[in-house]
């Protein structure tokens, strides 16, 4: 078994931060990218930010600059640093990482529960 365990949403006003955490844990031989997505109510999920093995990151136009992805090889943790944060940022938040569970098996995406992010104006 694979599990994905977030932590850190809330609500906060507009102009503050937060801090997201992610571990992942269980059978695990390799992990590539993981990331974080957010869906808010209405809306597609879409992806916020992801980080390779080798910590090349990718993030949203909506969140360049605000956010900050990093990750810890060793842990198997991804954290989320979101600065300046917006009403529009208000969302589920979704750890995501893609995962080999043993050698031989190929790549499958494995996701969290979600958090929710609530932002006040």
């Known amino acids: 078994q694979v599990q994905l365990v977030e932590s850190g949403g809330g609500l906060v006003q507009a102009g503050g931060s937060l801090r997201l955490a992610c571990t992942a844990s269980?059978?695990?031989?390799?992990?590539?990218?993981m990331g974080w997505y957010r869906q808010a109510p209405g809306k597609q999920r879409e992806l916020v930010a992801s980080?390779?093995?080798?910590?090349?990151?990718n993030y949203a136009d909506a969140v360049w600059g605000r956010f900050t992805i990093s990750r810890d090889n060793a842990k198997n943790t991804v954290d989320l640093q979101m600065n300046s944060l917006k009403p529009e940022d208000t969302a589920v938040y979704y750890c995501n990482a893609a995962i080999r569970r043993y050698w031989y098996q190929s790549e499958s995406d494995y996701w969290g529960q979600g958090t929710q992010v609530t932002v006040s104006s």
């Open positions: 980080v390779t093995s080798g910590d090349r990151k």
């Open positions: 269980g059978s695990i031989f390799s992990i590539n990218a």
